[in-house]
């Protein structure tokens, strides 16, 4: 059975696997289910079965981990590249289409630039101390290994560290402008 460090990185290898199964398809509310065991959770969701221990899920909150502690081993940082980018394409989307409407238009803004700074730094755990870019090898799935070959620069230690500056300096601007828990 698969294990996630938290519930959000659960759904995350859920949406990544069934959209990579089925690219062209329109995302259809998924079937959900969890259960609690001895230690464990285990969350049914698009087909996957996955177990979150309950420590590993708190350990996470209590450093505000959104995606879990240590390097994820459920998934690649290519696939983490891909999660930043839809949540930060997502995000600029409708940030730029904001017009000081409801509390729930500003929060989605706020918390597609949030993933999408955590999926990117989620990404940059992969990356070796010393090296420049996040090396090859570290990619087990075909989608990571495939973005990787049709978009190497998104791997280079500069353009992570950009992106994840400006993900995070667009946040905050965003909450100064907007309101929100940094302004």
């Not at 081993?73 to 930060?88: C, I, K, N, P, S």
Request: zero cysteines; hydrophobic letters at 45%.
């Amino acid at each position: 059975m698969l294990t996630a460090r938290t519930l959000a990185e659960a759904h995350i290898y859920a949406s990544v696997m069934a959209a990579a199964d089925a690219p062209d398809a329109t995302a259809a509310a998924a079937e959900e289910t969890l259960a609690e065991g001895a230690d464990t959770w285990t969350l049914n969701v698009r087909g996957y079965e996955i177990e979150v221990p309950y420590a590993s899920e708190q350990a996470a909150r209590q450093v505000g981990a959104r995606f879990g502690l240590g390097v994820s081993q459920l998934v690649d940082a290519g696939q983490w590249v891909l999660v930043a980018t839809t949540y930060a394409r997502r995000a600029l989307d409708l940030d730029l289409a904001y017009d000081n409407g409801p509390e729930s238009e500003r929060r989605s803004i706020e918390l597609n630039w949030m993933f999408a700074a955590d999926a990117l730094t989620e990404a940059v755990k992969f990356l070796p101390e010393d090296a420049e870019a996040i090396p090859a090898e570290v990619l087990w799935s075909e989608l990571g290994r495939q973005t990787y070959r049709q978009q190497p620069e998104l791997f280079q230690r500069a353009k992570l560290v950009d992106d994840l500056e400006y993900y995070r300096g667009t946040l905050d601007d965003f909450r100064a402008l907007h309101g929100g828990p940094s302004a």
